[in-house]
């Protein structure tokens, strides 16, 4: 996928990327805007984030900072709603979606709370599928393209990880079949799997593990 951006021109296009709290996320948003892409970037905790300001702040006027928690149905509408109505001019539909919204889970599967295995999965699975749904008929209007992050975890198991190798094995069957049904309607859809990045992005640290222990989110 970020080879084929080299030989396509921005111009004219829309992308949606979810999850730019997350640095590597919040990157991919900068170097799309960088590059000429109209950019709506989604925020979880838009009021609260810093990043969010800074991105808008550093970014050209294409660039559209959005609040979408991925498992808030009604968010997900108005991002919808929003994306329709400031697209660039010219376009037709929403030229990508960039799935890279995600919530990790570590810890022997005996001993998750159950509330947080139920967030891993909103998060990682049922919110992202229900965001494909709606964004659907936008990316079908440009021909466009569906994109998943996913992780090795998908396909090698690892112990405390059980959860979220569920998720990522998940997305990619879900993606394998949208690849087969949406071909005929001229949409595209790529899985991009990264090694084990959870460490790298700095979403986990101590306070972090215990609040899950407690069950606390």
């Not at 992050?149 to 997305?171: F, H, Y």
Request: charged share 20%; net charge negative.
């Amino acid at each position: 996928f970020f080879f084929a951006l080299s030989k396509v021109s921005a111009s004219g296009k829309g992308v949606l990327v979810t999850g730019c709290e997350s640095p590597l996320v919040w990157h991919l948003a900068r170097h799309l805007d960088d590059m000429g892409f109209t950019v709506f970037a989604g925020f979880t905790h838009l009021s609260e984030s810093e990043e969010a300001t800074i991105l808008k702040d550093e970014s050209s006027g294409r660039m559209k900072v959005l609040q979408l928690d991925i498992t808030s149905e009604t968010q997900m509408l108005e991002a919808s709603l929003f994306i329709s109505e400031n697209l660039p001019d010219g376009a037709r539909g929403l030229w990508a979606v960039l799935h890279c919204a995600a919530w990790v889970a570590l810890g022997e599967f005996e001993w998750i709370p159950f509330n947080v295995l139920r967030k891993s999965i909103d998060v990682n699975l049922l919110g992202t599928a229900r965001l494909t749904q709606i964004m659907l008929p936008l990316v079908r209007r440009a021909n466009g393209r569906l994109v998943f992050l996913s992780s090795a975890l998908a396909k090698i198991p690892s112990p405390v990880r059980g959860i979220q190798s569920a998720t990522q094995a998940g997305i990619e069957g879900l993606a394998t079949c949208l690849r087969e049904e949406l071909r005929p309607r001229g949409v595209d859809v790529s899985v991009v799997a990264a090694g084990e990045y959870v460490a790298g992005t700095s979403w986990l640290n101590d306070k972090l593990l215990m609040e899950q222990v407690k069950g606390d989110m």
